[in-house]
């Protein structure tokens, strides 16, 4: 599949580090967020990361803006990944948590979308994502 749309869902300190970097590979993205609350938070932390990626990387402010405008943000997961190619997932390691999330997106993603998480616990994800799309 060619991805040009990524949803990072979960904006904390590793999903917002992704969606910068998926934006600054020049991807489409959605970053999704339980409330906009959450969604400032994750403003604030991804416009602390220009700076950084300008002096780390050397990239020029044009290239970190650009970045910056190829990102949207929401609270509602339907249009989150309303066109979604991919799904990052980096919400809480919380199994109650994780299981209601992967419910909710099996029922609300397109059928072509992929899902891949940034979990640590591999196999505990990889159980409650087949046991949530049992349940769909
Ligand atoms: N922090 C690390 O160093 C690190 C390293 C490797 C992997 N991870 C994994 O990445 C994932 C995220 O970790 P983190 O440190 O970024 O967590 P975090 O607590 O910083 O951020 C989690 C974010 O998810 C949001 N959230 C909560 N419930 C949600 C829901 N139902 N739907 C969408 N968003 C929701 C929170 O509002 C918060 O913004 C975890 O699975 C963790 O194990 C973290």
């Known amino acids: 599949m060619n991805y040009k749309n990524i949803t990072v869902a979960g904006s904390g300190v590793l999903g917002s580090q992704i969606a910068y970097q998926t934006a600054f590979k020049e991807f489409n993205v959605t970053v999704y967020d339980i409330n906009d609350q959450a969604l400032e938070v994750a403003k604030k932390r991804i416009m602390d990361l220009k700076p950084r990626y300008q002096k780390d990387l050397?990239?020029?402010e044009e290239?970190?803006?650009s970045a910056f405008d190829r990102m949207s943000f929401y609270s509602d997961l339907s249009q989150a990944v309303a066109e979604a190619d991919l799904v990052i997932e980096?919400?809480?390691e919380v199994v109650q948590i994780k299981t209601d999330f992967y419910m909710e997106l099996?029922?609300?993603a397109p059928e072509k979308t992929v899902f891949a998480t940034n979990s640590s616990y591999y196999q505990v994800n990889l159980r409650i994502l087949l046991d949530a799309l049992k349940n769909l």
């Open 58 to 60: 050397g990239a020029t």
């Open 63 to 65: 290239e970190v803006n």
């Open 90 to 92: 980096a919400i809480p």
């Open 106 to 108: 099996g029922k609300v």
